[in-house]
């Protein structure tokens, strides 16, 4: 098929961007999102010009790697996927896909479709984390039980791959889910108990730090979310907060 | 003694560790604080080494190429990771793990290493769930097993299919918990072009900054090396795009020696390849094995009429169906390990009985467990003769609460319902078992440089079992690297920080802006993908899952002209002093084609079939593997001395004092 896109070209952090189209004549419909822009870089490498740089890694969904809005939806149309998961059998021939960075303040572009998402890890660095020592003798992993739905939720909001697709969706380009689910994670299981006020109080200073907007509820990032990460999260993360502060 | 020296503790095997752990030199904690590490690769392996060393109170420093330490490959593990914790009181202990690891690994590991991995297995468990790491757990709280191939019991833990992901997030957030005290220092999008000796002792490395095309000087008083396996090497492979054996190559060029680099693990169970196109294959989890069953269709006709889409794999009755690893190994049946199951795949497609387009494809089969679980599930929930129906979607609903997000993973890339119909597989590159080789304390032959997780060549002789390597690079980084580093940083304490304008500093990066600047002038004809493609293809079709003599030379000597060709014509756009991932790709690209050669040129060397090398001059008559151990128990450790094809060989034998050296079988 036949495929016109509209790419996002920047040379630095420092440049001004610009949209650039181009057209490519024979797009299989099994090729994935990923390996129709691996085509179009190698018949712009052949012509001598610069290739489209984008995030990518393990092309199968789970490094958080691959980051791109496609026709203004992070990840592109499909849900509960990453970008790289997306094959070309959701376009049709004739198709126009306008592809472009995640788009926040706190998220400036390095070049082309490529981000700057070090402010999640400095948000993590802020407490997300329980803090035990990896060289002692902790106790036997079976000494404490855990509900197993306590433990599946745990682990639903653990699955969180921190790609970013949540800020991009949202108009005021919050960081609330992706920092509530590390909160909920921890909050849920009983190691992660003792540490939790200053667990979310740390988390939640880093990341307005970081110049993340406030949450307003409007629920895009859990539909944009390739991992479903639910709004429960917030919810969780925002009554961890309030009685943080009630105990002061 | 030859040139390799093990450093084998001496004493009982069981005892081993824990004596050579009391006697082993300690660094006092004040004078931790003036030793500097460097650790390159935040995997499994890098980041529990570097949040543990950082505990301990040495500085260190990581780097990766990903824009994030939580993005290693270790993040695309699915299935588990082992210890002998004997939970399902099924007999298991670290002796049965140790003797099932020698035994997978078709007899060519160091007894004495793997005999550790078992016995520190079962702190990984209590450690990372202290960390929070979800594992799934039973209904009554506590944590849940499977079984993996190559075993009888079940000695897996797991975390839905996102196992890897799991303990990679608790490494990333132990050393989150360091970075935030200044114990850890975190460079990201940064690759290391070279490592630098001075006075014949690993020192720092050059590091290119891969967002400004800068590169650095990074200095240390030991280098730990745990930057992953070299899979990609064959172009198509279950490793992620960056994968890259450019940091290990670089220390083999600067001394380490490079063990059994044929030793690769083709995994059984990957989804086939679709088209030219294709950039990378996913692999669907050996979990799938407990429950799916492999076939065939036994007759050609069959499995023409299938590949021309005139007949649909429902649609063929039981009897006609060839459940081939049921049939040729009753005892573990689908459960056999991967290289066994690898072998026997492109065995029956090379008969004919392939079942995708392209013949290169066989069935992994849910229906059966779906129905076995869902009879079991109405049996339990009191519902007294289902109708066919309700018993597939009550087994249905179980299927997919264990392997639901494979099942989405396939179905998105196949384009087809795994529950409605069969899985098609075919195996790909997955692991490689060899790598720099390091002695008992996991120091390579440079002294200072140490190596870690799927980068050495340590537990696994030539096959993988399966949840055994993140349980390695867990043992490596949190629990063994560490101490035994301490050994060698005791006589540190008072050398200082390592000045980076030293003349050895300033001689490396030349060499590496040379290189680069090679590189950028090649005459333009070739993108780098097209030479990393040649590459990829000589290897599946000559060093693959079988080998012989007339193939591996000619690999070696089109290797060799591949590489000639890469370095004259290759075109890389852009320049290097900005972002350029043409030559990011173009510096790994290079060490591939060398490490092509030796891989090619140890498996000539190596004269017999073992594990995940198969020799075809080398197998029984019923076409099992043919061991060697007359002439064979050994590792190969490569020295670099110019060509890859002139390395000089070094043998360390292997002795087997603990366990019986016997032909494996699973029949
Ligand atoms: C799809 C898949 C599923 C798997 N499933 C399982 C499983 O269920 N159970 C199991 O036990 N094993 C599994 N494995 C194998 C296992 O995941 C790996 O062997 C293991 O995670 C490797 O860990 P590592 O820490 O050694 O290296 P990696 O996790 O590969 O990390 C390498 C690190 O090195 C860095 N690096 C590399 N080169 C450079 C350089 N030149 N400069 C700077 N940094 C560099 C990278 O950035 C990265 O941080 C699986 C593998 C795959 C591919
Ligand atoms: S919450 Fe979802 S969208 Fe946000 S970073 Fe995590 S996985 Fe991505
Ligand atoms: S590349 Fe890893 S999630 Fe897309």
Not at chain 1, 165 to 188: D, E, Y
Not at chain 2, 346 to 358: F, L, S
Not at chain 2, 390 to 395: F, I, Q, V
Not at chain 2, 489 to 501: E, F
Request: with cysteine.
């Amino acid at each position: 098929m036949k495929i016109y896109l509209k790419i996002w070209r920047q040379k630095d952090v420092d440049s001004k961007g610009k949209i650039v189209d181009y057209t490519l004549n024979n797009v299989e419909s099994d090729m994935s999102f990923l390996e129709m822009l691996d085509v179009l870089n190698e018949d712009l490498v052949a012509k001598g010009e610069e290739p489209v740089e984008f995030d990518h890694d393990c092309r199968e969904g789970i490094c958080g790697t691959c980051s791109l809005m496609i026709n203004g939806q992070p990840h592109g149309p499909d849900r509960l996927i990453t970008v790289c998961q997306l094959h070309m059998r959701s376009f049709n021939d004739g198709d126009t896909i306008v592809i472009e960075p995640f788009r926040a303040k706190a998220f400036p572009v390095i070049k082309d479709l490529i981000v700057d998402r070090t402010a999640f890890d400095r948000i993590q660095q802020a407490g997300g984390y329980i803090s035990v020592n990896t060289s002692g003798n902790p106790v036997d992993a079976n000494a404490i039980p855990i509900k197993k739905h306590v433990a599946d939720k745990a682990m639903d909001a653990a699955t969180c791959i921190g790609c970013g697709a949540c800020v991009a969706a949202c108009k005021n380009a919050s960081a609330m889910l992706f920092t509530s689910a590390k909160v909920s994670q921890f909050a849920l299981l009983p190691q992660g108990r003792v540490e939790a006020t200053e667990r979310v109080q740390n988390m939640v200073r880093q990341m307005d730090l970081e110049g993340f907007g406030n949450c307003t509820n409007t629920g895009a990032c859990e539909v944009e979310c390739p991992k479903g990460i639910s709004l429960e999260n917030i919810a969780r993360m925002n009554r961890e907060y309030l009685s943080a502060a009630v105990e002061g | 003694m030859g040139v390799l020296d093990s450093k084998i503790p001496s004493g009982p095997l069981a005892d081993k560790w824990a004596k050579h752990k009391n006697e082993i030199d300690l660094v006092n904690p004040a004078n931790k604080r003036n030793i500097d590490v460097i650790v390159v690769g935040t995997g499994l392996a890098g980041g529990s080494a570097a949040a543990t060393l950082a505990e301990l109170g040495y500085n260190v420093k990581t780097f990766c190429y990903q824009d994030s330490p939580r993005r290693a490959h270790s993040i695309a593990a699915q299935g588990g990771v082992n210890a002998a914790k004997n939970y399902q009181g099924d007999g298991d202990s670290v002796y049965r793990l140790f003797y099932d690891t020698v035994k997978g690994g078709d007899y060519r590991s160091r007894e004495a290493n793997v005999y550790r991995l078992a016995e520190v297995s079962s702190n990984i468990i209590d450690q990372c769930v202290a960390q929070g790491v979800p594992f799934a757990r039973e209904y009554g709280g506590l944590l849940d097993n499977r079984s993996f191939g190559g075993v009888l019991v079940s000695r897996t833990f797991y975390a839905k299919g996102q196992t890897g992901q799991q303990l990679l997030l608790g490494a990333y957030a132990a050393m989150n918990r360091q970075i935030q005290r200044g114990k850890i220092k975190s460079y990201t999008r940064h690759e290391m072009l070279d490592l630098v000796l001075v006075d014949g002792k690993a020192r720092g490395i050059i590091a290119r900054d891969l967002v400004t095309g800068e590169i650095e000087r990074h200095s240390a008083h030991a280098v730990v090396l745990a930057s992953g396996g070299y899979g990609n090497l064959f172009f198509l492979s279950t490793y992620a795009m960056g994968a890259n054996v450019t940091a290990a190559w670089k220390a083999h060029k600067r001394g380490a020696f490079f063990a059994n680099p044929c030793f690769t693990q083709i995994h059984p169970t990957c989804i086939p390849v679709s088209g030219d196109h294709q950039s990378k294959l996913t692999l669907m989890s050996e979990s799938l094995r407990n429950d799916g069953r492999i076939w065939v269709p036994k007759r050609l006709e069959d499995a023409q009429a299938i590949r021309e889409g005139k007949l649909k794999p429902t649609q063929l009755k039981e009897e006609d169906r060839d459940y081939y690893l049921e049939r040729r190994y009753p005892a573990f049946g689908n459960l056999v390990p991967r290289d066994v199951a690898s072998r026997a795949a492109k065995e029956r497609c090379d008969a004919g009985h392939g079942v995708n387009k392209t013949g290169e494809a066989v069935y992994l089969d849910f229906e059966a467990a779906i129905m076995r679980y869902g009879k079991e599930k109405a049996f339990t929930s009191g519902i007294k003769d289902p109708d066919k129906e309700t018993t597939r979607r009550l087994g249905k609903e179980i299927v997919e609460a264990k392997y639901g997000n494979l099942f989405q993973m396939y179905e998105k890339i196949v384009d087809q319902n795994p529950y409605e119909t069969p899985m098609m597989i075919y195996p790909a590159v997955h692991y490689t078992m060899g790598g720099l080789w390091v002695d008992y304390n996991l120091q390579t032959t440079i002294p200072g440089c140490y190596c870690a997780g799927e980068a050495n060549f340590s537990d696994h002789g030539a096959n993988r079992l399966g949840a055994s390597a993140l349980m390695q690079g867990l043992a490596d980084g949190y629990f063994v690297l560490p101490y035994t580093i301490g050994d060698y940083l005791s006589d540190d304490i008072r050398t200082g920080a390592i000045p980076t304008d030293a003349p050895e500093f300033e001689a490396t990066e030349k060499a590496v802006r040379e290189k680069i600047e090679k590189l950028m002038s090649g005459k333009g004809l070739h993108s780098v993908d097209y030479y990393h493609k040649k590459l990829g293809k000589i290897m599946w079709n000559k060093c693959g899952m079988s080998r012989n003599e007339k193939d591996l030379k000619e690999a070696i000597a089109e290797i060799a002209e591949l590489r000639k060709d890469f370095w004259e014509n290759v075109k890389i756009t852009g320049n290097p002093d900005d972002k350029n991932q043409e030559l990011e790709k173009a510096g790994r690209v290079a060490d591939f084609l060398e490490l092509g050669e030796l891989f090619a040129k140890d498996a000539l060397h190596r004269n017999e079939s073992c594990g995940g090398h198969f020799r075809e001059e080398y197998q029984t008559p019923e076409g099992e593997a043919l061991r060697d151990d007359k002439n064979f128990k050994y590792a190969a450790a490569w020295e670099y001395v110019g060509e890859p094809k002139d390395s000089k060989l070094h043998k360390e034998e292997l002795t087997y004092e603990n366990i019986e050296v016997k032909t494996r079988s699973y029949k």
